[in-house]
C-alpha cells in the first residue's frame, strides 16, 4: 500500500468499523477504512449463494439492533439507498401442537399470544418499553455510572439474572418457550447469570422499533453506512488484508475492527506483557452450523402466524431449548437444536424470483465444531412444517471453520466476539479503564469483542472514537 499520511485508520469495514470512521470523519478528521475482502460489511453482506436470482444474507439477517442503535438513528442513510421492511409479525415461536406465541410491535398483542401469562408478560416488559428511549444509549454502553440510574437499576435486576430464572415469571408453556427463544440469542446455557439481558433487550426492540429485514439484502445496511462514509470526506480501501501493524500508512491513530485474536497476530508485539496475557485469557462461546435454502415456494408452517413472521425461533419448550444449549455448551451436538430462521423473501420481494423463496437458518454448535448439521436442522424445520424438505431447491451450507474462513472475526464460529457471559460483559476484551484503548499508545479495538457486544448497532465502534477523540485529538478538533 501506498505510504500517505492520514489522521486515522480503521481496520476492518464491518459495521463497527464503519461506524467508527464516521465519527471520526464527522470529526473533521482525514480518515481511511482498509478491509481485507473485495467488498466492506463485514457481517453485512448478501450473495447468490445457491442459484442465479436468489439473494441470501450471508450472516445477519434480522436487524432489531440498528433500528435500535442510538447513533445509526442520526445518520441520513435513508438518502442512501437503505429501506426497512417490517414483517406484520417480528418473530414467531411455534409449539408441537400447531399453534405459535409471537412477538409484535404491540405488547397487548404479544401478550394475548401468551394465555394465562398474559399479565405477568405486561408486567415484565411494559416498564422496560417505557424506559427504554432514555436508556438505551446506558444499555448499549461500557460501564459507566448511567445518566438514569434508577433505570438502570430496575433493568439490571432482572437482566444480570440467568434467563431460566426470570423463566419463573411465567406458568405456561407459551410464555416459557417466546422467552427462551429470545434468551437463546446469548449463545450460552440459558442458566448462565446475564442470559436474560439479550432476551429483554430483543423483545423491548421489538414492541419500540420492531425487528426489519433491509430490502435487497443486509449489505444494504453496509453500502448505506458506506456510502454516507464517502460523502463526508472519507476513504476506504478493498481488497488488502493486513497482517502486520507495519503494512499501515502512517497515523495518529489506528482502530481494530478485529477481535483479540486477530489484534495479537497484527499488533501483538506492541504491547504490554500484561495485555498480550489478557487478550491471549479472552474466551470465544460457541459457534454456528448455518444453511441456506433456496425454496420451490413458502416453507408450509403448521401455525399461520410462522407464516406471517420474519424470525421464527424453532425449538418447542422452555426445558427442550434449554437443553440444547446446556448440551453446545459441553460440546455435545444434540439431536434436536435451537434453530433461528429467517424468511425475507416472504416480504422482501428482491430476494427470490416470483414465486420463489429463501431460507436462512443456523443453530449453535461446540466452537470449532465442523460436524455437518444439514439433516438436524431439516428436521427441526420439518417438525413445524411439514412438506418443508419438498420445497428445497438448492442449499448451501457453512460449518465454523468455513464461516471462520469468510469473516475472521468469527473465531470457530462464534459470531459475537466472544462470549458476553458474566465474566466477559464488563471485561470485554481485558479488564482496563477503557475497553476500547491497548496497551500501546495509539492502537484502539473497536469490534464486538468490547462493550457493549455483538449485534449490528455500531456502538462498540461509536464509543471507541469518543476515546481515541479524548486522548488524542481534544485540542485539536471538535467532538461531534
Known sequence: MQKKDVDVVVVGAGPNGLAAAIVLQQAGLSVLIIEGKDTIGGGLRSAELTLPGFTHDICSAIHPMAVASPFFDTLPLDQHGLEYIYPPLSAAHPFDDGTAAILTKSINETAASLGIDRDAYIKLIEPLVQDWPVMVTDVL???????????????????????????????????????????????????????????????????LGGWPVPKGGAQKIAQALAAYFLSIGGKIVTGFYVKKLEQLPSSRAVLFDVTPKQLLEIAGHR?????????????????????????????????????????????????????????????????????????????????????????????????????????????????????????????????????????????????????????????????????????????????????????????????????????IFSNQYKQP
Open 271 to 471: 504491547f504490554s506483557s500484561i495485555y498480550q496475557w489478557q487478550l491471549k485469557k479472552y474466551r470465544y462461546g460457541m459457534g454456528v452450523f448455518k444453511i441456506d435454502f433456496a425454496l420451490d415456494g413458502p416453507i408450509p408452517f403448521s401455525s399461520p402466524d410462522c407464516r406471517n413472521a420474519g424470525t421464527i425461533h424453532i425449538g418447542n419448550t422452555l426445558e427442550e431449548i434449554a437443553m440444547a444449549e446446556q448440551q453446545t455448551a459441553n460440546g455435545i451436538h444434540p439431536e434436536k437444536p435451537f434453530v433461528l430462521l429467517a424468511q425475507q423473501s416472504l416480504f422482501d420481494a428482491t430476494r427470490a424470483p416470483a414465486g420463489k423463496h429463501t431460507a436462512w437458518a443456523y443453530c449453535h454448535v461446540p466452537n470449532g465444531s465442523a460436524l455437518d448439521r444439514t439433516n438436524v436442522i431439516e428436521a427441526q424445520i420439518e417438525r413445524f412444517a411439514p412438506g418443508f424438505r419438498e420445497r428445497i431447491l438448492a442449499k448451501h451450507v457453512m460449518n465454523t471453520t468455513q464461516l471462520e474462513a469468510y469473516n475472521p472475526n468469527y473465531i470457530g464460529g462464534d459470531i459475537n466476539g466472544g462470549i458476553i457471559d458474566i465474566g466477559q460483559l464488563f471485561t470485554r476484551p481485558a479488564l482496563r479503564y477503557s475497553p476500547y484503548r491497548t496497551s500501546a499508545k495509539g492502537l484502539y479495538i473497536c469490534s464486538s469483542s468490547t462493550p457493549p457486544g455483538g449485534g449490528v448497532h455500531g456502538m462498540c465502534g461509536y464509543h471507541a472514537t469518543q476515546r481515541v477523540l479524548k486522548d
Open 141 to 207: 454502553s461500557p460501564l459507566h455510572f448511567p445518566a438514569h440510574p434508577l433505570k438502570m437499576a430496575r433493568f439490571g435486576l432482572k437482566a444480570l439474572t440467568s434467563a431460566l430464572y426470570l423463566s419463573k415469571k411465567f406458568k405456561a408453556t407459551a410464555a416459557k418457550g417466546l422467552w427462551a427463544g429470545m434468551a437463546a440469542h446469548s449463545i450460552q446455557p440459558l442458566s448462565n447469570l446475564s442470559t436474560s439481558a439479550i432476551g429483554l433487550v430483543l423483545m423491548a426492540a421489538g414492541h
